[in-house]
């Protein structure tokens, strides 16, 4: 099939667009790789203290082994998302000796969740998380004894902050290794309807805590499609995981047979054998665009507009929003899974999931085909299902059918014809709205502003019912300079039961709202954000904002409002408590949100 032209398009410009910062890049890796793994060059001093802790390994350190594997881990066992991977640095190493190898855990690194911290002051770490993520992962691979690495992170800051270390050390081959997600528990539409009867009042908090407890019940990532289970997805159409296995389940015979496979696979690439794959070739331009569109075919995070411009950076490749709405209106919208739909991720694996999906834009010149990747050959390999054989993991042809079409659907008959992004921009800048989950009816929103500096203020003001007609609710000051740019995802319920009344109501934010945002319009990721002096600072109650994500443009209709000086706030409390002070630096230093809002670019 012809790659789509708008596909053709978009690629070359991006291509055009890094031709300097890529190339730079490129050199500098090919620079890394001729100078190799310096284990072999270390004192023997430095030898000893790295092998020191090896066991029943040293002696094939010392001896020159078939390879030696570094594991960069996320586990922790206070996150339900992490939790599976305590058990996985044995079944590496266990893997590696299979094949004459070595594996040693490299350093673990910070994973911190959004869903513990949402609505508190930790959240405004979160997202300053990625970037730290990325310089610990530096520090455990700054060692330099390791031929090939795999990783193992799922949730929403940790798959970008570990790509773009990945990155940094795009020299060395690599690959991801999921935990998965959790089995069904409480469906989220059931959970979702229980937190807005909470919100407005009409059940307990032992109800909620009843149906959260049934909903996040186990190991596993959070069922919902969120950030984490999109940077899943991202890692299979970006060729960074094992085909098909995003989704399978932790502690499964599954699940530890594509660890293995995932090991063995990365030791492989490595430069000490024949088939030698470094990051740097495998995360190009081209799989750029294919995460980009396989972002737009499912609906995914919003929190990936920023992520993908940071990791694509890493990389030398510059990315901007035009890149995402270009392309999102000529990808089909294929997946309707919970906010986006009823189904949950293991609803949608079993009707067909990522190999379908690939199949079906495959087919349709909607992907590019010809990327490397970790799995063999190219993105085609993806449209293939692990099986458990013997107590082996093989790749079989996968369904060319959607198994459940209120699940996933083929391009030819999709759930929308364009994906679930859009960018906005106008008088206010710009913004980005995940719209797959907001009603025709419910994306143009035209009414009153009203001004609110955090998101406390807004819980207090619904609570009180005092938003009773069409409005347009502005949170400003949540922006990556101002506080960190937290998520704002518990603002979804309030809001939602404001629509629910039929107040036609929308958010505009310089904040974030995740892969959560759900059915209320949501602008979010304004840039210039408030404290930088931008348009969103110079609303005042009352002024007119049209919000319309179907043509894209987010205005103040009020005259005189870009003429009034930005409004100034004591932002004091945003600088202490729970490790806020210890992110000062950050805060002063960190990027605007369409440039990836990082302190490493």
């Known amino acids: 099939m012809t790659l789509n032209d708008t596909i053709a398009r978009v690629t070359d410009r991006i291509i055009a667009r890094s031709e300097g910062p890529r190339s730079d890049y490129l050199n500098r890796m090919a620079a890394a790789r001729s100078k190799g793994p310096a284990r072999g060059h270390l004192s ?87 970037d730290l993520i990325a310089m610990a992962t530096g520090i455990a691979m700054s060692h330099n004894t390791f031929d090939a690495a795999v990783y193992l992170g799922v949730c929403d800051k940790i798959v970008p902050g570990l790509i773009i270390a990945a990155q940094t050390f795009g020299h060395v081959p690599t690959v991801f290794l999921p935990a998965g997600p959790m089995t069904t528990g409480l469906s989220n539409d059931e959970k979702g309807q229980v937190r807005q009867k909470f919100a407005a009042g009409e059940v307990g908090r032992d109800a909620l805590m009843k149906a959260e407890m049934a909903a996040y019940h186990g190991p596993g990532t959070c069922t919902f499609y969120g950030t984490a289970n999109t940077n899943q997805m991202l890692m299979e159409f970006m060729g960074m995981h094992m085909p098909g296995s995003s989704f399978v389940t932790p502690n499964t015979g599954l699940r530890d047979a594509l660890t293995k496979a995932g090991a063995q696979r990365a030791l492989s690439l490595s430069d000490l054998g024949e088939n030698y794959l470094p990051v740097c070739d495998v995360l190009d331009e081209k799989a750029y665009v294919n995460g980009i569109i396989g972002l737009n075919a499912t609906g995914g995070s919003t929190n990936l507009l920023i992520h993908l411009v940071a990791m694509a950076r890493a990389g030398g490749i510059i990315l901007d929003w035009q890149d995402f709405s270009d392309l999102s209106e000529v990808t089909p919208l294929l997946a309707r899974v919970y906010p986006n739909g009823l189904a949950d991720v293991n609803h949608f694996h079993a009707a067909g999931g990522l190999g379908f999906l690939i199949h079906e834009l495959l087919g349709a010149g909607l992907l590019h085909p010809d990327t490397k990747t970790v799995g063999g050959g190219g993105l085609e390999t993806y449209t293939q299902e692990p099986k458990l054989r013997d107590g082996k993991v093989v790749w079989e042809a996968g369904t060319a059918e959607s198994l459940n079409q209120k699940i996933v659907r083929p391009a030819a008959d999709p759930f929308q014809s364009t994906g679930g992004l859009k960018r906005l921009n106008g008088s206010l800048g710009n913004a980005v709205m995940k719209v797959s989950a907001v009603k025709p009816e419910h994306q143009i929103v035209e009414a009153p502003v009203r001004i609110f500096n955090d998101q406390e203020e807004v819980k207090v003001a619904c609570k009180a019912g005092e938003i009773v007609e069409d409005t347009v609710v502005v949170v400003r000051f949540q922006g990556p300079k101002a506080n960190g740019m937290p998520e704002l995802h518990s603002l979804t319920p309030l809001l939602k039961n404001l629509q629910a009344k039929g107040i036609n109501v929308a958010l505009v934010t310089d904040g974030r709202m995740s892969g959560a945002s759900g059915s209320v319009p949501a602008a979010i990721h304004v840039s210039p954000e408030a404290l930088d002096g931008g348009a969103i600072s110079k609303l005042r109650d009352g002024d007119i904002l049209r919000v319309d994500a179907v043509t894209g443009d987010l205005n103040i209709l009020t005259d005189g409002v870009l003429a009034r000086e930005p409004v100034r706030i004591n932002l004091g409390a945003n600088e202490f408590g729970i490790g806020r002070e210890l992110f000062a630096q950050f805060r002063r230093s960190v990027g605007t949100a369409d440039t990836g809002a990082s302190v490493l670019f």
């Open 44 to 130: 023997c001093s430095g030898q000893a203290h790295a092998y020191a802790g090896a066991g029943q390994d040293q002696s094939a350190l010392v001896n020159e082994s078939a390879g030696n594997l570094g594991i960069i881990t996320t586990y922790n066992d206070m996150l339900s998302a992490h939790q599976p991977f305590e058990r996985f640095p044995d079944l590496i190493r266990q893997a590696a000796r299979e094949v004459g190898a070595t594996a040693q855990v490299a350093g673990g690194v910070p994973a911190m969740c959004d869903g513990v911290t949402q609505g508190e002051p930790g959240m405004e770490l979160s997202l300053f998380s990625r």
